[in-house]
């Protein structure tokens, strides 16, 4: 029993060893905002959802265990996201992940940003923020700063 435990413990210890670091692993990141879909304008307020793409380009699985963004119109916050949903990345994939949300434009309710909006400017959509990826029991955080150009629905 006592030589069971030792080989138990032995084991874990190399096992948790080998994921000490990330030093020769590439670390997953959010690649692009893609199918940015407008809803319903009431009261200064804009519900939309867009999804973004993870690139996982390593052989390990991970899990995004925190997502912090800043949602940007022209630069100025609209939403926040703010979870500790466990999102699992699979080894060699890119998958999307689809964030449905409801921005306050009231901010940008001043004149001239709106009316350059309306005679066909198109706002730049910004998600800003960071990430926190884990791998056995180790974390790091990672930045986010995507841009895209946007057509809003009046």
């Given at each position: 029993?006592h030589?069971?435990?030792?080989?138990?413990?032995?084991?874990?210890?190399?096992?948790?060893?080998?994921?000490?670091?990330?030093?020769?692993?590439?670390?997953?990141?959010?690649?692009?905002?893609?199918?940015?879909?407008?809803?319903?304008?009431?009261?200064?307020?804009?519900?939309?959802?867009?999804?973004?793409?993870?690139?996982?380009?390593?052989?390990?699985?991970?899990?995004?265990?925190?997502?912090?963004?800043?949602?940007?119109?022209?630069?100025?916050?609209?939403?926040?996201?703010?979870?500790?949903?466990?999102?699992?990345?699979?080894?060699?994939?890119?998958?999307?992940?689809?964030?449905?949300?409801?921005?306050?434009?009231?901010?940008?309710?001043?004149?001239?940003?709106?009316l350059?909006?309306?005679?066909?400017g198109?706002?730049?959509?910004?998600?800003?923020?960071?990430?926190?990826?884990?791998?056995?029991?180790?974390?790091?955080?990672?930045?986010?700063?995507?841009?895209?150009?946007?057509?809003?629905?009046?």
């Open positions: 029993m030589n069971l435990i030792k080989t138990i413990f032995f084991l874990i210890l190399i096992g948790l060893s080998s994921c000490k670091s990330f030093e020769n692993v590439s670390i997953p990141s959010f690649e692009r905002i893609s199918d940015f879909k407008p809803g319903e304008w009431k009261d200064g307020k804009l519900s939309f959802s867009f999804t973004t793409e993870i690139n996982n380009p390593d052989k390990l699985k991970f899990k995004i265990r925190r997502v912090d963004l800043d949602i940007l119109l022209n630069g100025r916050k609209i939403a926040e996201i703010h979870t500790d949903r466990v999102i699992r990345i699979k080894r060699l994939l890119k998958p999307e992940v689809k964030w449905d949300l409801t921005g306050d434009l009231k901010a940008l309710i001043k004149p001239g940003m709106i350059s909006m309306l005679t066909g198109k706002p730049e959509f910004s998600v800003k923020g960071t990430m926190q990826v884990s791998k056995c029991l180790v974390r790091r955080t990672i930045p986010i700063d995507l841009n895209t150009l946007i057509k809003l629905p009046f």
